[in-house]
C-alpha cells in the first residue's frame, strides 16, 4: 500500500483560499493511472466526497456542491495531488482527506489508502 | 441530491452478528457495482472494508461481508469484536452528475 502524506493544517480568514496537497510514497505504483479523491469531515458530521482526478485522464470530477470553488490538480513528476478551495467560510472547517484508488483506470471503485487528514479552521 | 440512508445506530454483542444498511435508489445503490463500505474513528483516515458491493480488500477480516438488492446494500459484520466498535459509512456512485454519495453513518456499538 502506498503512503499518502499531506501537508499540515491550515487555519484561513473567511473569503480566502486554500491550499492541501496529498504526496504518495512508495513508488511501486504508476501514479498517474489511479484515481486520487478528496473527503472531508466536518466536526460532528459524516464523510463528504468533494472530488476526484485519474492524471493520466486529465481533467478533475467534482461534486455539486464544490463545482464554483474547488481545483483539484496532479503533478505527475512529484507524485503530488493538490486540492484547492476558494471562498472559504467557517462551515469549511473540516478535516480534509485524499485517497487513492484499489485499481488503476477506475474511478469509483473503493478506495484503500488514505493520507492522515489535513485540519483546515477558517475563523475570523 | 440527499446522502443514503443508513441507520444511525446499531449494537450487538461480542460473537453476534449485525447487519448495517445503506438505502439509495435506482439512480445509485441499485443502478451500479460501485457500492463500498469504510471503517472510521472520528479523526482518523477511514479503512475500507467492502469495494464493489461485496470484494474485500486484502487484510480485511472475512468476518466482513457486503451484498445488495435493489435499492438497499448491506454490511455484515459477524463474529463481532470489541475492535469493530467505529462508524460506519457507505458509498455509491451515482452517475455522472451527482458522482458520488455518502451514506449518513452507522455507530456501532459493541456491548
Known amino acids: 500500500q502506498p503512503q499518502l502524506v499531506q501537508s499540515g493544517p491550515e487555519v484561513k480568514r473567511p473569503g480566502s483560499s486554500v491550499k492541501v496537497s496529498c504526496e504518495a510514497h512508495?513508488?511501486?505504483?504508476?501514479?498517474?493511472?489511479?484515481?486520487f479523491v478528496w473527503v472531508r469531515q466536518a466536526p460532528g458530521q459524516g464523510l463528504e466526497w468533494m472530488g476526484g482526478i485519474i492524471p493520466i485522464f486529465g481533467p478533475a470530477k467534482y461534486a455539486q456542491n464544490f463545482q464554483a470553488r474547488i481545483t483539484i490538480t496532479a503533478d505527475t513528476a512529484r507524485r503530488t495531488v493538490y486540492m484547492e478551495l476558494s471562498s472559504l467560510r467557517s462551515e469549511d472547517t473540516a478535516l480534509y482527506f485524499c485517497?487513492?484508488?484499489?485499481?488503476?483506470?477506475?474511478?469509483?471503485?473503493?478506495?484503500?489508502?488514505w493520507g492522515p487528514g489535513t485540519l483546515v479552521t477558517v475563523s475570523s | 441530491q440527499s446522502a443514503l440512508t443508513q441507520p444511525r445506530s446499531v449494537s450487538g454483542s461480542p460473537g453476534q452478528s449485525v447487519t448495517i444498511s445503506c438505502t439509495g435508489s435506482?439512480?445509485?445503490?441499485?443502478?451500479?457495482?460501485?457500492v463500498s463500505w469504510y471503517q472510521h474513528h472520528p479523526g482518523k483516515a477511514p479503512r475500507l472494508m467492502i469495494y464493489d458491493v461485496r470484494k474485500r480488500p486484502s487484510g480485511v477480516p472475512d468476518r466482513f461481508s457486503g451484498s445488495k438488492s435493489g435499492n438497499t446494500a448491506s454490511l455484515t459484520i459477524s463474529g463481532l469484536q470489541a475492535e469493530d466498535e467505529a462508524d460506519y459509512y457507505c458509498y455509491s456512485y451515482a452517475g455522472d452528475h451527482i458522482f458520488v454519495l455518502f451514506g449518513g453513518g452507522t455507530k456501532l456499538t459493541v456491548l
Open positions: 485517497a487513492r484508488a484499489i485499481s488503476d483506470l477506475d474511478f469509483w471503485t473503493g478506495f484503500s489508502a
Open positions: 512508495g513508488g511501486t505504483f504508476a501514479f498517474d493511472t489511479y484515481a
Open positions: 435506482s439512480s445509485d445503490v441499485g443502478g451500479y457495482t460501485y
